[in-house]
């Protein structure tokens, strides 16, 4: 075969511990936030594929939830489920682990990655780690254990590495035509990413104050003239958290509405008409029936 025409492309489950950069990576690969991030560890809830088009390659990323090592709820055991399968029908799986931070948590999701497709270490967050002279043990540390095919550090913050990354994952892919067309960049529906934006929000502007429990469904997507009407309900478990969400006077839920718009009409280049509201719906986290309604299995 002549190599100037070969073109790779395959799946690439992204796993790791919450809050080491997942989606943040995820979103600096594709150049669009399709996968939300906050500061508050479980923040992505399910599956969310990112797709980079090159000339000679396309990568089909898949976003995951954080590994819990700590089970307990219904929602913690699924998002658990989600990653275990996502790292055996992928091409390569690249083990987000933060820059000189390998804890027992990283530790506890090696096993479940030496069973499954080649693995690559981005060490993430280096614009953050001041003497780089650390950075090499550390990585001489994570070959010793793990034995991956290649480890990068990048920051998914600012783009540095993210280029040495693809690369490396190139290697690694099958020789095969373009899976989706060169334009997709993810195969979430705008109904699902409009959801995945307003509790961006709810995470980054309530904070800690925020329950865990809080989601989002859209109750109503049209399209009219290129206008895209939305109505979205915030769910919460208790009566109490209903305030939280709401703030003074309406403030947070104005702010958490206008911010999220922001966002969806930069993502679907055209105009967006949002109103949010929030309802009490008891225990839910713990309700399979509800969790596998709002695609979350
Ligand atoms: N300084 C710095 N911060 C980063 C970098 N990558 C991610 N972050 C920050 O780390 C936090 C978590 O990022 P996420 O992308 O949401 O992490 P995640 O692994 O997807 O988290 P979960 O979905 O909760 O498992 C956010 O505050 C990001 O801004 C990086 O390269 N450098
Ligand atoms: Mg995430």
Partial sequence: MNSSTEHRSGYVAIVGQPNVGKSTLLNQLVGQKISITSRRPQTTRQRIIGIVTQPD???????????????????????NRSVSRSVVDVDAVVWVIEALHLNAGDQAVLPLLQDGAPLIIAVNKIDEVGNKNELLPFMQKLEDLAHPRAIVPVSAKT????????????????????????????????????????????????GEELPYSAMVEIEKFEIVDGLRRIHAGILVDKAGHKGIVIGKGGEKLKQIASQARTDMERLFGGKVFLEVWVKVKSGWADDAATLKRLGID
Avoid: C
């Fill in 57 to 79: 390659a396309q990568f089909v990323f898949v976003d995951t939830p954080g590994f819990q090592t700590r089970h307990g709820n219904a929602l913690n055991r699924m998002m």
């Fill in 159 to 206: 783009g540095i590495g993210t280029e040495d990354l693809l690369n490396a994952i190139r290697g690694l892919l099958p020789e095969r035509e373009r899976l989706y067309g060169e334009d997709e960049i993810t195969t979430a529906s705008e109904r699902t990413l409009a959801a995945e934006l307003i509790r961006e929000k709810l995470f980054r502007l309530l």
